[in-house]
């Protein structure tokens, strides 16, 4: 070994979450067999932008130098829109989306970082077109995101956005053969995604946040979720009427209402999301708990990327 090689990188990711009022971080390890094993958890409270300092604390509490490290986009920083294929060479893709996502966008494309990724079609029938996700994220947040990690000398191999963080976790929980929609909430909202075969094929984001759910009013705002989940399924079942979907599984802090709200409106199995029947939580016993695993929800989703995976941002 050469005397100044370069140190080999532990199993696994790191992945940080900017959160409204702090920054979360956990380290991931996925062997080749058994559940994926949470190594470490970490959290910084500091409202967005968070500073540097917490970045490096949570850097130097879980080894980020040694580990393959990446981070989630907020959601005001980035949009998720679904359209039509161009029938363009794939080389071409991007700048072909790109052109079309010109008057969509409610920042100048001029502004955007794109990236595209595919809408797998009903593998049984004849396809009228094929559909891909665009994913713009703003200039700005990007480089202000990168800027952050090399101010703390940590490598940022990927950056991320939560509905893809958010389909990791659905992989873990899906039925063979059957589709399955999963429901979170954070300081930015509500993030309904579904997806089929490890495959993200629709998201939507509900104006409901999660202090809002936490308030003593909270059933005020069932309603609404209730409305915009039954919206979704609705232009689901008609968008891909190939994937059946098994059940909802809701991400929450341990309340009760708005599960129990869901389960009694809604056509389909409501669960709650527990975590701990899919992960290794043996290392930090903490994650068990609904509250925490509500907190390290996205950035678990993130850390659960597989090596090699292209999808999400190359920072």
Known sequence: MGLFARAKKYDGWMATA???????????????????????????????PAPAEALERLGKELQA?????TTVLAGGEYQLLSLEAPAV????????????????????????????????????????????????ARNNAV??????????????????????????????????????????FD???????????????????????????????????YDRVTLELQRSFDHFDRQFHFISLARL???????????????????MPVERLDLASVLDFSQVAALREPAMQARYFLAIGAALREQGKSEGKGA
């Not at 130098?65 to 490290?69: D, G, L, P, Q, V």
């Not at 008057?103 to 891909?132: C, H, K, Y």
């Not at 509500?190 to 094929?201: K, V």
């Open 18 to 48: 900017f959160g409204r009022e702090g920054v979360s971080a956990v380290v991931v390890a996925r062997p080749a067999d058994g559940m994926p094993r949470v190594l470490g958890a970490g959290y910084q409270a500091a409202p967005r």
């Open 65 to 69: 130098a040694s580990r393959h490290c």
């Open 89 to 136: 060479p794939r080389e071409e893709l991007k700048t072909a989306v790109g052109w079309r996502l010109k008057d969509m966008l409610d920042f100048p494309l001029a502004e955007a970082t794109i990236d595209v990724f595919d809408i797998p079609g009903d593998p049984n029938g004849t396809q009228r077109g094929s559909s891909v996700f665009a994913v713009a």
């Open 143 to 184: 480089s202000r995101r990168q800027a952050l990690y090399a101010e703390c000398k940590i490598g940022l191999s990927v950056i991320d956005i939560p509905e893809m963080a958010q389909r990791n976790i659905a992989t873990l929980l899906e039925t063979p053969g059957r589709g399955i929609a999963v429901l979170s």
């Open 187 to 221: 300081g930015d909202g509500g993030l309904l995604t579904i997806s089929f075969n490890g495959e993200l094929y629709q998201a939507r984001r509900i104006d409901v946040n999660l202090a809002q759910l936490q308030s003593p009013d909270a059933s005020q705002y």
């Open 249 to 267: 599984m809701l991400m929450t802090d341990g309340s009760d209402g708005l599960h129990g709200y869901l389960a009694d409106n809604l056509y």
